[in-house]
C-alpha cells in the first residue's frame, strides 16, 4: 500500500511568485492534515481536512495560503504571492479517524 | 492549548550506549506518537503509544497518560539513529510537536 505521497520533493522560487503543493494521502484516508517546519523550529499545524471539507484552518498564517481538497482525495496547497517567510519544510499528513497519522516526506521549499 | 515539551534538546552519544528521550504535556491527550526525522527530512514513524508500553527492537516507549509523560528508550545505539525525535500529541486531530531532541550518535 502506498503511503502519503507529496508533490514536488523540493521547490525554489522567487519572491512574490506562486508555488502549489501536493499530497495524496493513503487510500481511504479521510483526515488530512498540512504542518510545517520553519527555520528549524518546531513542527507547526496548518490546517486539517475531512473529507473535502475544512475541520480546523486555525493554524493557516495569512491569507496568501490556499488549501483545498476537492473530492476529498488529494490536496493542493497554494501560496500566492510567496515571501522569504514563507520557506521551511511543509508536510503532509493523513488518518483515519482518531488514530495514527502517517507523513509524506515533506516539501522543502525555498524562496528567494 | 496543549504544551509538549522535550528533553534534553541535544544528545550525544557513543555508538553502543543507551539512552531515554522525554515528552512532558500539559493536558489529556488521546494520542501520542514518537517519529524520527532522519537526515533526508523524512518523519519516520517510531510509535503510536496514547497509553502503556510497546517495544520495536532497541526502541521502546512509555507513556503515562495520568502524569502527562511519555519516553522513548533507545538501547545500544547505532549511527543512524542519529537524527531528530519529535513527539507529538492530540486531543482533536492536529498533532501538537515538541520542540524535539537533537540525537549524535558517534562511531
Known amino acids: 500500500e502506498a503511503g502519503v505521497t507529496q508533490f514536488p520533493s523540493h521547490s525554489v522560487i522567487e519572491k512574490g511568485q506562486t508555488v502549489t503543493l501536493r499530497c495524496d494521502p493513503i487510500s481511504g484516508h479521510d483526515n488530512l492534515y498540512w504542518y510545517r517546519r520553519v527555520m528549524g523550529k518546531e513542527i507547526k499545524f496548518l490546517l486539517h481536512?475531512?473529507?473535502?471539507?475544512?475541520?480546523?484552518e486555525s493554524g493557516m498564517p495569512n491569507n496568501r495560503f490556499l488549501a483545498e481538497r476537492t473530492g476529498g482525495t488529494y490536496s493542493t496547497l497554494k501560496v500566492q504571492p510567496a515571501e522569504l517567510e514563507d520557506s521551511g519544510v511543509y508536510f503532509c499528513?493523513?488518518?483515519?479517524?482518531?488514530?495514527?497519522?502517517?507523513f509524506g516526506q515533506g516539501t522543502r521549499l525555498t524562496v528567494v | 492549548g496543549i504544551q509538549v515539551e522535550q528533553s534534553p534538546p541535544d544528545l550525544i552519544l557513543q555508538e553502543g550506549a543507551n539512552s531515554t528521550l522525554r515528552c512532558n504535556f500539559s493536558?489529556?491527550?488521546?494520542?501520542l506518537q514518537w517519529f524520527h526525522q532522519n537526515p533526508w527530512g523524512q518523519l519516520i514513524n517510531l510509535f503510536y503509544i496514547p497509553s502503556g508500553t510497546k517495544q520495536n527492537g532497541r526502541l521502546s516507549a512509555t507513556t503515562v497518560a495520568t502524569e502527562r509523560y511519555s519516553l522513548l528508550y533507545i538501547s545500544s545505539s547505532q549511527t543512524t539513529d542519529s537524527g531528530v525525535y519529535f513527539c507529538a500529541v492530540t486531543n482533536t486531530g492536529k498533532l501538537i510537536f515538541g520542540q524535539g531532541t537533537t540525537l549524535q550518535v558517534k562511531p
Open positions: 481536512f475531512v473529507k473535502e471539507s475544512k475541520q480546523d
Open positions: 493536558d489529556s491527550v488521546n494520542n
Open positions: 499528513a493523513s488518518s483515519q479517524l482518531n488514530t495514527e497519522a502517517f
